[in-house]
């Protein structure tokens, strides 16, 4: 079966300090890895997938199969990056999407 | 700018009471998925169609929990009879061909 892990609930950094968010899954097939993002009144949206490899808002995030982990890094956190984070999985070859549970980001001036 | 929309925004019931969310997809959209997000399981998917057909609905429980799609525009999920451990946020989404979700605003659930 598939999941995914987030282990924080909360994390809090001060401004311009490092981030991290992490996310593990299991799964045992080639899985497509997500990151989604919900701002305060916003609707939830896409950050970034792993496929595209692409730095959204100075975000990145690396697959690491080995360790079945897509943890969202920014090497400088600002206040706007304040929100909720979700990491989701999509099995490969279907259309479901699985979500963690969920990480709120404060980042405190 | 197309959206998914979700009504109703916000929905207080009495424990036993039939509540009914609605869903419009955006339009051209194949797949749309419902979830509940709450404090404890973050968002758990509860039930996706494609091209109206379900795929998937193991996430819901059946004897209260029902899902639909009559027609392209618009999804439903309905529980019957509610009870207060259904208080959540339920929200809609809806894809092309598996590609990103676009999700509704939610539909804010407190049953009483």
């Known amino acids: 079966a598939q999941r995914v892990t987030q282990p924080e609930k909360l994390l809090s950094v001060f401004k311009g300090a490092p981030v991290e968010l992490k996310c593990n899954y299991s799964y045992s097939g080639s899985p497509e890895l997500f990151w989604y993002v919900q701002y305060s009144r916003q609707r939830l949206q896409l950050l970034l997938r792993?496929?595209s490899r692409e730095s959204i808002k100075g975000f990145t995030a690396d697959l690491n199969k080995g360790e079945t982990s897509f943890h969202l890094k920014k090497p400088f956190a600002q206040e706007e990056d304040s929100a909720m984070y979700y990491c989701a999985l999509k099995a490969s070859g279907t259309y479901k999407y699985i979500f963690g549970t969920g990480t709120r980001l404060k980042v405190l001036a | 700018d197309a959206r998914v929309t979700q009504t109703p925004r916000h929905k207080v019931t009495e424990m036993g009471q039939e509540v009914t969310m609605r869903c419009q997809p955006i339009?051209?959209?194949?797949?749309v998925f419902w979830y509940r997000q709450t404090m404890m399981q973050g968002l758990e998917l509860l039930a996706y169609f494609r091209n109206r057909a379900p795929l998937d609905d193991s996430g819901m429980p059946k004897d209260r929990f029902s899902a639909e799609m009559p027609d392209a525009t618009l999804a439903t999920l309905k529980i019957q009879p509610s009870e207060p451990r259904d208080s959540a946020v339920y929200f809609c989404?809806?894809?092309?061909?598996?590609?990103?979700?676009?999700f509704g605003s939610g539909t804010q659930l407190s049953v009483l």
């Open positions: 339009l051209g959209h194949n797949t």
């Open positions: 989404a809806s894809g092309l061909q598996g590609e990103k979700l676009f």
């Open positions: 792993h496929i």
